[in-house]
């Protein structure tokens, strides 16, 4: 594959998979949202979702990584780093984009939501959402966009987000790549989705599960520059440990997989 594929295919793969993502914890959060309260299963399975959709949709064109955890595991894997800032530039670009969507396709809804009184005096801690608790500089609605910590514990939330990330990209190498071994192919990538409802149900709770630098990191950006009312702030003291984090566990799960399986 060109690197023009690999861009161009991550852009869009990353970008739906935020859309969807980050679109069902919208659905879920936003005042106005039809499916306001409907939950963490929601959530987790409309992630899960998310990466089946992308992963199907772009597995031919860039082999679907969509991730840079993903990215370095696979580089490690096969001791290739030719195309990993590419990889890196469509994933970023992709996650950005998706994130705007998101942002356009709930616009009355964040409008609502954040025009609230009840919301600009005290915001209620949703399911989803980022605890205002653990993350006092986080504004109200970030949780849309990214992750934050329950309880904030550096090392904690750190060990977290690369213990997540060590099983998604162990289950990537050992189950999801494609005949090429170079991205994920047709049976991984629904393997790759029930991997990922199954993170979000048995290590989300902590930390949210990012386990995808750019899954966190872009989103974080259009959440600082989009001009939402009262949004507060993007918590750029966490920032940091949705991409240390997952980036370690790609490099761990590659030097496993190379030390058993290969």
């Given at each position: 594959?060109?690197?023009?594929?690999?861009?161009?295919?991550?852009?869009?793969?990353?970008?739906?998979?935020?859309?969807?993502?980050?679109?069902?914890?919208?659905?879920?959060?936003?005042?106005?949202?039809?499916?306001?309260?409907?939950?963490?299963?929601?959530?987790?399975?409309?992630?899960?979702?998310?990466?089946?959709?992308?992963?199907?949709?772009?597995?031919?064109?860039?082999?679907?990584?969509?991730?840079?955890?993903?990215?370095?595991?696979?580089?490690?894997?096969?001791?290739?780093?030719?195309?990993?800032?590419?990889?890196?530039?469509?994933?970023?670009?992709?996650?950005?984009?998706g994130a705007f969507l998101v942002w356009i396709t709930y616009y009355g809804q964040f409008d609502a939501h954040l025009k609230d009184p009840e919301i600009i005096a005290s915001p209620p801690h949703e399911e989803g959402m980022v605890s205002e608790e653990a993350a006092p500089k986080a504004g109200p609605v970030l949780g849309v966009f990214s992750t934050g910590p329950e309880v904030r514990v550096v090392w904690q939330n750190l060990v977290t987000e690369i213990i997540g990330t060590v099983v998604l990209v162990l289950a990537?190498?050992?189950?999801?790549?494609?005949?090429?071994?170079?991205?994920?192919?047709?049976?991984?990538?629904?393997?790759?989705?029930?991997?990922?409802?199954?993170?979000?149900?048995?290590?989300?709770?902590?930390?949210?599960?990012?386990?995808?630098?750019?899954?966190?990191?872009?989103?974080?950006?259009?959440?600082?520059?989009?001009?939402?009312?009262?949004?507060?702030?993007?918590?750029?003291?966490?920032?940091?440990?949705?991409?240390?984090?997952?980036?370690?566990?790609?490099?761990?799960?590659?030097?496993?997989?190379?030390?058993?399986?290969?």
């Amino acid at each position: 594959m060109s690197s023009s594929d690999i861009f161009i295919g991550e852009i869009i793969g990353t970008a739906v998979l935020i859309l969807l993502g980050g679109g069902v914890v919208a659905a879920v959060v936003l005042k106005r949202s039809k499916a306001q309260n409907a939950g963490w299963l929601a959530i987790t399975f409309g992630w899960g979702f998310a990466v089946m959709t992308a992963v199907y949709m772009t597995g031919t064109l860039s082999g679907a990584h969509l991730n840079p955890a993903v990215t370095v595991g696979i580089a490690i894997k096969d001791s290739d780093w030719s195309n990993v800032p590419v990889y890196f530039a469509g994933q970023m670009l992709g996650a950005m984009l998706g994130a705007f969507l998101v942002w356009i396709t709930y616009y009355g809804q964040f409008d609502a939501h954040l025009k609230d009184p009840e919301i600009i005096a005290s915001p209620p801690h949703e399911e989803g959402m980022v605890s205002e608790e653990a993350a006092p500089k986080a504004g109200p609605v970030l949780g849309v966009f990214s992750t934050g910590p329950e309880v904030r514990v550096v090392w904690q939330n750190l060990v977290t987000e690369i213990i997540g990330t060590v099983v998604l990209v162990l289950a990537v190498l050992t189950q999801g790549l494609n005949n090429e071994g170079n991205g994920l192919g047709v049976l991984g990538a629904l393997i790759t989705a029930f991997v990922v409802v199954g993170i979000g149900l048995s290590l989300g709770g902590p930390t949210g599960y990012a386990i995808n630098p750019a899954r966190d990191l872009g989103p974080r950006i259009v959440h600082a520059l989009l001009p939402l009312p009262n949004k507060g702030g993007s918590d750029w003291g966490y920032a940091w440990i949705p991409v240390v984090g997952p980036l370690i566990g790609g490099a761990i799960a590659a030097g496993i997989y190379n030390i058993a399986f290969a």
